[in-house]
């Protein structure tokens, strides 16, 4: 099946130091990606949608400048928390879809990455 | 707008026995897709099984089965021979059109010996 890769798994930094988390599709080509943010114990917390190639679409209430999202290339989105503070500690995690977002698929499936736990000190 | 309600936070069961999780949604779409995604420890999202809304048989993935019920906006998972490789938490999800995944809340599914 399909893998999206997603680096690091874990990470440490300093607050106002910024973290970048990549989330790369191995065998084919992510027309849409997704990423997420997850609490303990609670459920996944969409924050942007992003094409290839156009800006990223942001969820209400989710920081374009604090969360910057390229996605550049068909294979690879990243995720940059810019000014990190212990606030943003959290899980994320990235998906991908072959398809592009408005399109329906008949056989669409999503793909996940394997997620990032960031903690800021 | 979409919403998921999955109404039981935590189960149990033993080893060997069914266990069926709920799901409920709302939509006023008619083409759209049901899933259920299972995360154990690890924390990987993987999928368990899924369900596109015209097809009216039940998807079934070995031990894992749905109820698809399109008028009442139910779909629940049923697990049998429960293994205790099946504790995990699990997210059932629905998505239309624009591939964002809607999800509920989750219940913590555990397995014991």
């Known amino acids: 099946g399909a893998v999206v890769s997603q680096h690091p798994s874990w990470v440490i930094c300093k607050s106002g130091t910024s973290v970048k988390i990549e989330c790369r599709s191995l065998?084919?080509?992510?027309?849409?990606m997704f990423w997420y943010r997850q609490f303990p114990k609670q459920s996944l917390m969409l924050m942007a949608t992003s094409n290839e190639g156009s800006k990223a679409t942001y969820e209400q209430g989710v920081e374009k400048d604090k969360f910057l999202i390229n996605h550049a290339s068909l294979t690879l989105s990243t995720l940059t928390v810019t000014s990190a503070h212990p606030e943003d500690s959290s899980f994320y995690i990235c998906s991908a879809s072959l398809s592009a977002a408005g399109e329906y698929a008949t056989n669409e499936k999503l793909f996940f990455g394997s997620g990032t736990q960031l903690s800021v000190l | 707008a979409q919403t998921v309600t999955q109404s039981q936070p935590e189960m149990s069961v033993q080893e060997a026995e069914t266990v069926t999780l709920s799901c409920t949604y709302d939509t006023s779409e008619n083409n759209y897709y049901l899933f259920w995604y299972k995360q154990p420890p690890s924390r990987q999202m993987i999928l368990v099984i899924r369900?596109?809304?015209?097809k009216q048989q039940n998807a079934t993935e070995n031990r894992f089965s749905v109820n698809f019920q399109k008028a009442a906006k139910s779909f629940s998972l049923k697990i049998s021979d429960s293994q205790l490789g099946d504790t995990a938490m699990y997210f059932c999800?629905?998505?239309?059109?624009?591939?964002?995944?809607?999800w509920g809340a989750g219940t913590k599914l555990i397995i014991k010996p």
């Open positions: 369900q596109e809304a015209y």
């Open positions: 065998d084919f080509q992510a027309t849409t």
């Open positions: 999800a629905f998505m239309w059109s624009n591939y964002q995944l809607i």
